[in-house]
């Protein structure tokens, strides 16, 4: 079973950077995918940035030029890097990975992060 912490988030004022990072563990197994996602109170759930096993990467509008989103293969950790935050990138932000061998989904706790104007 794959397990997915989370960490990084926190408190930061507009124009400011966080680092999150996702560390993934378990039984042995390959990640196929690991992604970012945040979700506000009363909006849907919005997928960040994507990394794929191969290093290519997908950013969602909002935050492309801002963030980045890397992995360490060895470590089985993914990050984010976020930088010139907004008051709109407000949000409790969730580590998914996916599964190669199995396909399955699997989520990190969230992790808060609030940007003040």
């Known amino acids: 079973q794959v397990q997915l912490v989370e960490s990084g988030g926190g408190l930061v004022q507009a124009g400011g950077s966080l680092r999150l990072s996702c560390a993934a563990s378990?039984?042995?197994?390959?990640?196929?995918?690991m992604a970012w996602y945040r979700r506000v109170p009363g909006k849907q759930r919005e997928l960040v940035a994507r990394i794929i096993s191969g290093g290519s990467t997908y950013y969602a509008d909002s935050v492309k030029g801002r963030f980045t989103i890397s992995g360490d293969n060895a470590k089985n950790t993914a990050y984010l890097q976020m930088n010139s935050l907004k008051p709109e990138d407000t949000a409790v932000y969730f580590c998914?990975?996916?599964?190669?061998?199995?396909?399955?989904?699997?989520w990190g706790q969230g992790t808060q992060v609030t940007v003040s104007s």
């Open positions: 998914n990975a996916v599964v190669g061998t199995t396909g399955l989904s699997v």
């Open positions: 378990g039984s042995a197994f390959n990640l196929a995918t």
